[in-house]
């Protein structure tokens, strides 16, 4: 079965420094991988996807992610945060359907991020 | 178009009482899935629907927990008899058959006293 775990509940940073969040996923079959934000009550959107094709995916507000198949790693990363980028973010895999066609959207646990001023 | 709308987006009530939760997703949409959102569980998919058929319903919790989708522009979540653990956030999302982009609604904030 898909799976995703996101490593560590936390992560506090510093505006200005380097922001990362680890994601490993396990699948039996090519994955689609997404990173999803969440800010303080609304809803889940959409930061960037990996489907095929270049593994380095770049995402809205100058974040980033890179698939590593060897590693089963989808980390996301941003060179440096800004005040604005304090939310949970979501690392995703899809599960195939049975019978065939699309897929539904396994959620990690999440990973908060604070930035500090 | 105005994106996934939920409502209401806050709901209280008490224990033993029957809630429902709507959903209207983004038109022409061919999945809806619904969502809750705690800090012990984290997101967990209930049921999701294509073209207004239930698929997989393996992740609402109890009997106590119906959804419906009558038409394509809109779903239920039905909470009969409502128990203080079923307090959480309960997120609508669609998506269009085809592409890879789920889009949340906003959320209904349940509160069972």
């Known amino acids: 079965a898909q799976s995703v775990t996101q490593l560590g509940s936390h992560v506090s940073v510093s505006e200005g420094a380097l922001v990362l969040l680890r994601c490993n996923y396990s699948?039996?079959?090519?994955?689609?991988l997404f990173w999803y934000v969440q800010y303080p009550n609304q809803g889940l959107q959409l930061l960037l996807k990996?489907?095929?094709?270049?593994?380095l995916v770049k995402g809205i507000n100058g974040f980033e992610a890179e698939f590593k198949k060897s590693e089963t790693s989808f980390h996301l990363t941003k060179p440096s945060a800004h005040m604005s980028d304090a939310a949970e973010y979501f690392c995703?895999?899809?599960?195939?359907?049975?019978?065939?066609?699309?897929?539904?959207?396994?959620f990690g646990a999440g990973t908060r991020l604070f930035v500090k001023a | 178009d105005a994106g996934v709308i939920q409502s209401p987006r806050h709901e209280v009530t008490e224990m033993g009482q029957e809630v429902t939760l709507r959903c209207k997703p983004i038109?022409?949409?061919?999945?809806l899935f619904w969502y809750r959102q705690t800090m012990m569980r984290g997101l967990e998919l209930l049921i999701y629907?294509?073209?207004?058929?239930?698929?997989?319903d393996s992740g609402m919790p109890e009997d106590r927990f119906s959804a419906k989708m009558p038409n394509a522009s809109f779903s239920t979540l039905k909470i009969q008899p409502s128990e203080p653990r079923d307090s959480a956030v309960y997120f609508c999302a669609s998506r269009e058959a085809g592409a890879y982009e789920q889009y949340f609604g906003p959320g209904t904030r349940l509160t069972v006293t």
């Open positions: 699948s039996s079959v090519p994955p689609y």
């Open positions: 995703a895999v899809s599960d195939p359907l049975r019978g065939g066609g699309g897929f539904k959207t396994i």
């Open positions: 990996y489907t095929t094709g270049a593994t």
């Open positions: 629907f294509n073209n207004n058929v239930p698929i997989d």
């Open positions: 038109s022409g949409h061919d999945y």
